[in-house]
């Protein structure tokens, strides 16, 4: 790909949903570049990852580390494996520098995430930034923003 | 036919559920526990409240509970913090429902406009005439919103007695104060404060599995081993490199071996407080900050300095429901919701004149750890949430707490013995009885 269309960025995020909720993380890691992090404000319109908690701030060292727990023989919270599902709108593009090779977006989703008896839903923006490397889109960063994110919540296991 | 009555727990009924070495698994399940506690435990101990860097100027208010009790705490304006019931003195309407906020010079409550000083003292009543000759000024509700039985603030952590008569602050915590102090000093300028909201955390358990977790120093390398031992794993496989990835620094450390634990010590003080980490902990080995040293040394002296930061702590519990982490600068209140649900709330504090990274690793630590979306903090409620569900089995009625038991413990003294020890378990379920008994009828008869 040189520069990526509109559909092609969209595709990008409906994608990378369908890999989450069919449970194929492997594919998933390899989306991100190096040095991404998947950030999870607590507080609403949090502008700092650093100086006060989030839900998540994850390296990739982090997301592997999920990723390969999930599947662990002695992952007792797994057992049974919880399943989750996004329902996405249509994503805005709301930066496309071609030059530089950087792509932003901001998607509406509802995330629902289950295991036994018990299922929850989330609902949240995600704001994805994608670059394009070596022909291939890539995710560079992600932040994800649930709209009740000061709530209390029980185990949110998977990746919304 | 008149409807079954439920027969009232006596003080002998308390008593009994604890012995020693196990605890019946109503104090865990039981409704009328619960209410209990509610009545009892959590009206008749020192129960945190906040941080006073929560409330830093005059009219700045947070709301919380105390046990089940809604409680506003607030910065009165002669400086003081107060904690009053989150209740208007005339309908019952809560006071305050924000989080937190600030109310000026009074609050006014909402529905009929009667107004309060900050501590809580009646201002004003709108057409005050309907209640002349109506007896008001002799009911207890024209005194104001009802402050709390007793507040104290200890070097800015602000603890609350509900009963207005009871075990006094110093005589109650007693040497434990020693860890907020460690964890106080460890700021420069001997000042935290509070750094964002907590983090709110759901658990479908019992507030005092919670509690007892924290010093339970035999389940890390067990049910954190997805987690832990999971990073161990990647970080050897990519090869070990260094500088180590964070989440090696603070998760790994969970997969020590049970010699480690049994090592760290742990320490007990009358009334149920007591900590892990005597020698050394899982905080040991974290990496030096730059400047860090060189602050602490301008402000205490090489000596001193040395002195504040050998000491690493893992989990000190206040008894009740706090858990104190002074090497992270953490703070996490178990607020007992019912008999199996308890809100986890994890607070973190920037050290005033620290560097940054000092907090920058502490807020790193709370969401590894203690988010609702942590690996770790899953591996956990997992086994509180199975724990909860098995107890309901009739098949076997007692919890067991005999690890390192020596028979007729006494703890009324301070005690310091190796790091696997329940007896902190036991310590608490002591300082349980005794404050669920005190003021309970009958207490007098069953003592004699
Ligand atoms: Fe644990």
């Given at each position: 790909?040189?520069?990526?269309?509109?559909d092609?960025?969209?595709d990008?995020i409906?994608e990378?949903a369908r890999m989450?909720?069919?449970?194929?993380?492997?594919?998933?890691?390899?989306?991100?570049?190096p040095?991404?992090?998947?950030?999870m404000?607590l507080?609403?319109?949090?502008?700092?990852?650093?100086?006060?908690?989030?839900?998540l701030?994850?390296?990739?060292?982090m997301?592997k580390?999920?990723?390969?727990r999930?599947?662990g023989?002695?992952?007792f919270?797994?057992?049974p494996k919880?399943?989750?599902?996004h329902?996405?709108q249509?994503?805005?593009?709301?930066e496309m520098d071609e030059a530089e090779?950087?792509?932003v977006t901001n998607?509406?989703m509802?995330y629902v995430?289950t295991?036994?008896?018990?299922?929850f839903m989330?609902?949240?923006?995600?704001?994805h930034?994608?670059?394009?490397?070596d022909?291939?889109?890539r995710?560079a960063n992600?932040r994800v923003?649930?709209?009740?994110?000061?709530a209390?919540?029980?185990?949110?296991?998977?990746?919304? | 036919?008149?409807?079954?009555?439920?027969?009232?727990?006596?003080?002998?009924?308390?008593?009994?559920?604890?012995q020693?070495?196990?605890?019946?698994?109503?104090?865990?399940?039981?409704?009328?526990?619960y209410r209990?506690e509610?009545r009892n435990?959590?009206?008749n101990t020192w129960?945190f409240?906040?941080?006073?860097?929560?409330?830093?100027k005059?009219g700045?208010?947070y709301t919380t509970?105390?046990?089940?009790q809604?409680?506003i705490?607030?910065r009165?304006?002669d400086?003081?913090?107060?904690?009053?019931?989150?209740?208007?003195?005339?309908k019952?309407t809560?006071?305050a429902?924000?989080r937190?906020?600030?109310t000026?010079k009074?609050f006014r409550c909402?529905y009929?406009?009667?107004?309060?000083?900050t501590?809580g003292?009646l201002?004003?009543?709108p057409?005050?005439?309907g209640y002349e000759?109506?007896?008001?000024h002799q009911t207890?509700?024209?005194?104001?919103i009802?402050?709390v039985g007793?507040?104290?603030?200890h070097r800015?952590?602000i603890?609350?007695?509900?009963?207005?008569?009871?075990?006094?602050?110093?005589?109650?915590?007693?040497?434990?104060?020693s860890?907020?102090?460690?964890?106080v000093d460890?700021?420069?300028?001997?000042r935290?404060e509070?750094?964002?909201?907590?983090?709110r955390?759901m658990h479908k358990c019992?507030w005092?599995?919670?509690?007892?977790?924290?010093?339970?120093t035999c389940h890390?390398m067990?049910?954190?081993?997805?987690?832990?031992g999971?990073?161990v794993k990647?970080?050897d496989e990519?090869?070990?490199?260094e500088?180590?990835?964070?989440?090696m620094?603070?998760i790994?450390?969970?997969m020590s071996?049970?010699?480690f634990f049994e090592?760290?010590?742990?320490?007990?003080w009358?009334n149920?407080?007591g900590?892990t980490?005597?020698n050394?902990?899982i905080h040991?080995?974290y990496s030096a900050i730059p400047?860090?040293?060189e602050?602490?040394t301008?402000a205490?002296?090489?000596?001193?300095?040395?002195?504040?930061?050998?000491?690493?702590?893992?989990?000190?519990i206040y008894?009740p429901?706090?858990?104190v982490?002074?090497?992270i600068?953490?703070?996490?209140?178990?607020i007992p919701?019912?008999?199996?649900?308890?809100?986890?709330?994890?607070?973190?504090?920037?050290l005033?004149?620290?560097?940054?990274?000092?907090l920058?690793?502490?807020?790193m630590y709370n969401r590894?750890i203690?988010?609702?979306?942590?690996i770790?903090g899953?591996?956990?409620l997992?086994?509180?949430?199975?724990?909860?569900?098995g107890?309901m089995?009739?098949?076997l009625e007692w919890v067991?707490?005999?690890?390192?038991?020596e028979g007729?413990?006494?703890?009324s003294s301070?005690?310091?013995?190796?790091?696997?020890?329940e007896r902190?378990?036991?310590n608490q379920?002591?300082?349980?009885?005794?404050f669920?008994?005190?003021t309970m009828?009958g207490?007098?008869e069953?003592?004699e």
């Amino acid at each position: 790909m040189s520069a990526p269309s509109k559909d092609q960025l969209i595709d990008f995020i409906y994608e990378e949903a369908r890999m989450l909720d069919e449970g194929r993380f492997s594919e998933w890691l390899d989306l991100w570049l190096p040095d991404g992090h998947y950030w999870m404000p607590l507080d609403y319109k949090q502008t700092d990852p650093h100086l006060v908690t989030s839900l998540l701030y994850e390296d990739m060292f982090m997301l592997k580390l999920r990723v390969e727990r999930l599947n662990g023989a002695r992952t007792f919270s797994q057992k049974p494996k919880s399943r989750c599902h996004h329902v996405i709108q249509r994503p805005f593009v709301d930066e496309m520098d071609e030059a530089e090779g950087t792509f932003v977006t901001n998607t509406s989703m509802h995330y629902v995430e289950t295991r036994l008896d018990e299922q929850f839903m989330l609902a949240l923006t995600a704001t994805h930034s994608l670059k394009l490397v070596d022909g291939a889109l890539r995710l560079a960063n992600k932040r994800v923003d649930l709209l009740n994110s000061d709530a209390a919540f029980g185990n949110i296991q998977l990746l919304p | 036919m008149a409807p079954y009555q439920s027969p009232k727990l006596t003080v002998q009924d308390i008593a009994g559920m604890v012995q020693g070495h196990q605890v019946h698994r109503d104090v865990y399940t039981s409704e009328k526990v619960y209410r209990l506690e509610m009545r009892n435990l959590f009206t008749n101990t020192w129960v945190f409240v906040g941080h006073e860097s929560q409330t830093p100027k005059k009219g700045d208010y947070y709301t919380t509970q105390i046990g089940d009790q809604p409680v506003i705490q607030v910065r009165h304006s002669d400086g003081e913090v107060k904690v009053l019931n989150n209740r208007c003195p005339h309908k019952g309407t809560k006071i305050a429902i924000d989080r937190e906020g600030n109310t000026g010079k009074f609050f006014r409550c909402p529905y009929h406009a009667w107004s309060f000083k900050t501590d809580g003292c009646l201002l004003a009543i709108p057409l005050k005439k309907g209640y002349e000759d109506t007896g008001l000024h002799q009911t207890e509700n024209v005194k104001g919103i009802k402050p709390v039985g007793a507040v104290y603030n200890h070097r800015g952590f602000i603890f609350a007695r509900l009963a207005e008569e009871g075990i006094g602050f110093e005589e109650f915590f007693g040497d434990s104060l020693s860890s907020i102090d460690n964890m106080v000093d460890r700021s420069p300028e001997g000042r935290l404060e509070v750094a964002g909201p907590p983090l709110r955390y759901m658990h479908k358990c019992n507030w005092k599995m919670l509690v007892e977790n924290q010093t339970d120093t035999c389940h890390p390398m067990v049910a954190h081993e997805s987690s832990a031992g999971t990073a161990v794993k990647i970080w050897d496989e990519l090869g070990n490199p260094e500088p180590r990835p964070p989440a090696m620094q603070i998760i790994a450390p969970f997969m020590s071996p049970y010699e480690f634990f049994e090592d760290m010590g742990i320490r007990t003080w009358p009334n149920g407080h007591g900590h892990t980490g005597v020698n050394m902990s899982i905080h040991s080995d974290y990496s030096a900050i730059p400047g860090y040293f060189e602050a602490m040394t301008q402000a205490y002296g090489e000596d001193r300095a040395k002195e504040i930061l050998d000491e690493n702590r893992h989990n000190t519990i206040y008894f009740p429901s706090i858990m104190v982490k002074g090497p992270i600068q953490q703070l996490r209140n178990f607020i007992p919701l019912g008999p199996n649900k308890t809100l986890v709330e994890s607070y973190i504090y920037r050290l005033v004149g620290a560097p940054d990274e000092l907090l920058s690793r502490t807020a790193m630590y709370n969401r590894m750890i203690n988010a609702p979306t942590s690996i770790v903090g899953h591996d956990d409620l997992e086994m509180y949430e199975r724990a909860q569900e098995g107890l309901m089995s009739n098949g076997l009625e007692w919890v067991n707490l005999q690890r390192l038991f020596e028979g007729n413990e006494d703890f009324s003294s301070e005690a310091v013995e190796n790091g696997t020890t329940e007896r902190q378990m036991r310590n608490q379920f002591d300082a349980w009885s005794r404050f669920m008994t005190s003021t309970m009828e009958g207490h007098a008869e069953a003592a004699e």
